[in-house]
């Protein structure tokens, strides 16, 4: 099994926290670590990757460095939320060794609660990638501004199985790269657009449980999909999700907003060699920590609206 992260020297700990969840729950596997990364990704952090993995039987770890001017000349987006490091993951063809034919991305804000033989297994050997709905797939501002139908479904770009045969075979690095070039007034969400503009109708859509993401748990009036028509698929995994991507509430980051489910990355920190890290500091600036806190108080008087959970509450996770 060939398993790729993409992430920055600074992402270390919680990228680790997803490698030590996947060692963990999947013992008797043969894994692969393939990671991306540019030349700041220091030795001190590659030991301690390295470190953890040696801990488990059969588990391997690779690093590659990206080419800083490919990146400079083709990324236009980077920015306080959208580093150039996200849009790695769009040149693992180019990076990757050719005898690996099929690789699983992880993004570096997952836990892994369970085997993945599954979700390797799946048969994506006629489309260019596996991958699971995103749970802002129901706005239709994204396929008009990308020029597809509704019908295709947009995904969620946090777990991808890629069939890198067909990415070499159909260019795709090279689409990727003119979709940067010449569709920039088209790129909202970065470099989930890109995948989804160029392999929108190249796809297999996979179960929740393998990207059981934070959104598909919003209160029904802050849901950004059809739960009517996702009811059974979202209530199937909820409770027992394979893949859990605690996307958008980063738990590693203290006074965050919480996440229903985020024990469990506590749970594989404490298992880790992370486990004595302190939490990030919260980069709220004392002035909105402030407002956030008399929140309650203010809004008695109109003055502001109370920041709403968006958590529905009876999700809860299925303890063995």
């Known amino acids: 099994m060939d398993i790729l992260l ?13 490698i030590c969840s996947i060692c963990v729950n999947n013992i008797e596997e043969l894994i692969n670590f393939h990671i991306i990364s540019d030349r700041d990704f220091t030795d001190e952090n590659k030991n301690k990757l390295r470190t953890l993995v ?22 236009r987006f980077e920015n306080h939320w959208w580093p150039k490091y996200v849009f790695y993951r769009l040149f ?18 997952i836990i892994v609660r369970n085997s993945l033989s599954a979700l390797w297994n799946e048969n994506i050997s006629d489309v260019a990638v596996g991958c699971v709905i995103d749970a802002l797939s129901g706005s239709i501002e994204q396929y008009n501004r990308l020029g597809f139908s509704s019908d295709y479904e947009y995904f969620n ?14 260019n795709i690095t090279d689409r990727f790269v003119d979709t940067l070039k010449y569709k920039a007034d ?18 297999r859509l996979l179960k929740f449980t393998y990207n059981f993401q934070s959104g598909f748990m919003y209160k ?20 027992d999700p394979i893949v859990l991507h605690l996307s958008g509430m980063r738990p590693w980051i203290s006074g965050r907003m919480k996440h229903p489910y985020e024990s469990e990355f506590f749970k594989y920190k404490a298992l880790s060699i992370w486990r004595d890290d302190y939490l990030w500091p919260c980069n709220l600036t004392i002035k909105t920590r402030i407002i956030n806190f008399l929140r309650p108080f203010l809004s008695k008087f ?19």
């Not at 039987?57 to 460095?65: A, D, M, Q, R, V």
């Open 6 to 18: 993409c992430f920055s020297d600074r992402y270390t700990m919680p990228s680790g926290v997803t």
């Open 54 to 75: 040696s801990g488990y039987p059969s588990k391997y770890i690779n690093f590659y460095e990206l080419n800083d001017e490919l990146i400079n000349t083709t990324m």
């Open 92 to 109: 693992m063809e180019k990076m990757l060794p050719s005898n690996i034919s099929k690789v699983l991305y992880l993004d570096s804000d």
């Open 157 to 170: 770009a946090g777990v991808l199985l890629v069939n890198l045969e067909y990415w070499r075979t159909h």
């Open 186 to 203: 088209i790129i909202k969400q970065q470099d989930q657009d890109v995948l989804n503009y160029v392999l929108h109708d190249s796809k």
């Open 220 to 239: 029904l009036s802050m849901l950004g999909l059809d739960y009517n028509k996702y009811k059974n698929e979202i209530d199937a995994a909820a409770d």
């Open 302 to 320: 109109g003055i502001c609206h109370i920041i709403q959970n968006p958590f529905d509450s009876k999700y809860k996770l299925k303890r063995i």
